[in-house]
């Protein structure tokens, strides 16, 4: 079965789907994304994805493409057509197509939506999480705005690929001052020897996450200690455990950070406990 793409009001083949050449996501990273985990059959924590797009949006003076509800139908179809009962699906808004320039163009020009899905079986990220995985530091390079979820992602791509190439997952990018600002694609989380889970403040200088949200439900569920303070690499090297959060990796247990194992070198039991009480927690929608 061919994959299937929702772009500007049609549904095409994933093969044959395009978007024009003078579109402001292609021209200028002028959009923004989210991207959503479906378990089961049921989409995780959607409602929240969906305030953090209309969040970025508004940042940027983008409208929304349509009404959140048809928005819903849309990516319900998209997961249909696909077959999706576990995997993701991604959604793209640019401010849409106009002649290139850096003002912004009429008001009157429509937004784009692009709502893409794939299949990924749930056992792939677990399999990853049983053996843990690694992080590299890297310098904090991006634009101050990272709150928002743009599409402007090369610096990401950068230290992503370069984690890659040094056999990691992740790369956690580091601020002037010695700080773990967040990961890639990820946000940054240790648990220091006295059972404390610690991570950065997401006012500023980070990317709320969705999944970052859950893991503090789960928190104050479980009533864990928590500091949400900044922390230094030489800290996270020293903490009894480590993890990483997103929707792509759930909570996914770090054992090494550049060459140092992080506790033992296996994942935490506090990161594994997490990543098993995840989908108790979030907010599930049926497709």
């Not at 010695?178 to 059972?195: L, R």
């Not at 039991?269 to 990543?275: F, N």
Request: hydrophobic share 40%; glycine share 6%; net charge neutral.
């Amino acid at each position: 079965m061919s994959r299937i793409a929702y772009v500007n009001g049609r549904y095409v083949r994933h093969a044959e789907a395009a978007v024009h050449i003078e579109d402001r996501g292609y021209q200028f990273a002028d959009g923004v994304y989210e991207v959503c985990e479906v378990w089961h059959g049921k989409i995780v924590d959607e409602r929240r994805h969906c305030d953090r797009l209309e969040r970025s949006l508004r940042e940027l003076s983008i409208r929304m493409p349509m009404t959140r509800a048809a928005l819903s139908q849309v990516m319900r179809e998209v997961l249909r057509r696909n077959r999706v009962r576990s995997g993701f699906v991604y959604l793209q808004v640019t401010r849409g197509v106009a002649r290139r320039d850096h003002y912004f163009p009429s008001p009157d020009t429509p937004p784009a939506l692009v709502v893409t899905a794939r299949n990924v079986a749930p056992e792939t990220g677990d399999k990853a999480a049983e053996a843990g995985v690694g992080v590299i530091t890297v310098p904090e390079n991006r634009w101050d705005r990272v709150d928002i979820k743009t599409v402007g992602l090369l610096p990401n791509v950068l230290a992503k690929q370069k984690a890659k190439e040094a056999g990691a997952k992740e790369a956690w990018f580091v601020d002037a001052n010695g700080y773990v600002t967040e990961g890639g694609s990820t946000n940054a989380w240790i648990v220091t020897k006295d059972n404390t889970l610690v991570t950065r403040p997401a006012e500023h200088g980070i990317l709320k996450g969705i999944t970052r949200q859950v893991v503090l439900d789960m928190i104050a569920r479980n009533g864990l200690s928590f500091d949400e303070r900044p922390f230094t690499v030489d800290e996270a090297k020293q903490a009894k455990e480590a993890f990483i959060t997103a929707a792509s990796t759930l909570v996914m247990p770090v054992v090494r950070i550049d060459d140092a194992a992080i506790g033992n070198g296996h994942p935490g039991e506090l990161s594994r406990e997490l990543r098993q009480q995840f989908h108790e927690v979030s907010e599930l929608e049926p497709v």
